[in-house]
């Protein structure tokens, strides 16, 4: 499947979370949980949520998901996004949908890892950053390229870390001639959902004419 039949499959904002697949220190899984819970409610039913279906901060991401949908019987509106080549997701994913009594969401796109970084940027309209590593910094500067807002869990490690520094100007810009100002900064996964909830919730409507349930 092609990036346009994944982008067209799903009700708009489509919003990626990208962490660790080993949490650097300073990660607090269950400020990831709360991030999950809170996003999906946020959501409602004109979004989507996805992860790059590796254990670490995404699995914990989709427990707060999964979490809310059971208290509240509404789908999970999820899925996640592997290379054509690579295995199965984590089975903790496997294990959370089943909660839900529903089969996990698989999208397949790209040759190999690098690859499906890069469709994570192309594909998301915004990127939440939680802790992180190489990957996940990689997929943070392209979608900087490609004019995606990062939604920036800053004090939660690793890429993320790095991220608010370069946007204080701590470190310098000049090599990376990166637009900052789409590097947004906030100490918790409630501040973080608040602004989504004011900003790209509102701005997006569904083209495709529907209530955003697939």
Do not use: W
């Not at 009700?11 to 697949?21: E, F, Q, T």
């Not at 994913?93 to 994570?120: F, P, S, W």
């Not at 870390?161 to 100007?169: S, Y």
Request: glycine share 10%.
């Amino acid at each position: 499947m092609n990036l346009t039949e994944i982008s067209e499959k799903y009700s708009a904002p489509i919003i990626a979370l990208v962490g660790a697949m080993v949490p650097l220190p300073k990660y607090e899984s269950d400020e990831t949980k709360i991030l999950g819970y809170e996003l999906r409610k946020a959501i409602g039913k004109k979004g989507t949520l996805f992860t790059g279906g590796v254990n670490g901060v995404g699995v914990d991401f989709y427990k707060g998901i999964v979490d809310y949908c059971k208290e509240n019987s509404v789908d999970d509106r999820f899925f996640v996004l592997l290379p054509e080549a690579f295995i199965d997701p984590a089975s903790e994913y496997m294990n959370l949908a089943k909660q839900l009594n529903c089969h996990l969401k698989i999208e397949r796109v790209g040759n190999d890892m690098e690859e499906r970084r890069t469709y994570v940027a192309q594909l998301a309209d915004k990127l939440v950053v939680v802790n992180g590593s190489k990957g996940t910094l990689d997929e943070c500067v392209k979608g900087l390229f490609y004019g995606k807002e990062i939604i920036c869990l800053e004090n939660s490690g690793g890429a993320a870390d790095v991220l608010a520094i370069l946007k204080r100007g701590e470190i310098s810009n000049e090599s990376f001639n990166l637009n900052l100002d789409l590097i947004k900064l906030f100490g918790s996964a409630v501040d973080a959902v608040k602004y989504l909830s004011t900003t790209c919730l509102n701005d997006f409507t569904d083209m495709r004419g529907n209530d955003g349930e697939n």
